[in-house]
């Protein structure tokens, strides 16, 4: 069997749920790291979308990480992500939907307004893992990419503030449904924790995050990150990352 090849960048949402679900399950694969702003050339090229993350393995091309994750799942059952019992499996596959398409974008649009504004950090971040001169023209570039970042995913003061409030209450509802077993369905973890986890990292940025992270952080960054420092939320968040995070599997890229 062929290595499966992910198209990802370091620094998002998305593409860290599919790599986390790939290393949880010990599964060897390929990892295609572009930076935003220039794979848009690239992917819509190869695949005909800007999007990522995106799969290929065997022939089978997933365009989204829910897609991905399904594949993942069926293609590599051991260690499962889907519970076994149907009520509680359409209950974590609603709840990686909610976190997808509603949590996801609104906690993108609050975070990135606070931390785009500091161009060489932030660029460098998004651009990490490359080499320093990559890293430099990266930076150099990052004023025009982020207004174009900025137009597409509608990030200004409304969208921030309404983010904001969404992202308070993904960050309420992990703390109220966690309490009874760690976990958002049933007593173990699930695509459900994988995914909330994901999608809320930024409010907390947990060490286990394949990203570093230097200090001291911006002004933007720290403002944000204090927002939420004492929400029980984040508590959940950084356990979820703590205890089934694990290393990376990927064997190329």
Known sequence: MSYPELWQMHFSLYPEKVRWALDYKRVPHIRHSLLPGPHAVRLIARFGQKAMPILRHEGNVLKTSAAVLDYVEQTWPELPLYPKDPDSRAQALALQKWFDDKIGPAVRRA?????????????RRIATGLPEWQQKLYVSAFPAIRAIMMLDMQINAAGAEAGCTLTQEALDFVARNSERTGYLVGDRFSVADLTAATILFPTCLPSEYPVDIPRPLPSGWEHWLERWRNHPGCEYVRRIYREHRGVSAAVGG
């Open 111 to 123: 975070g990135f307004y606070e931390m785009l504004p500091h161009t060489e950090y932030s660029a």
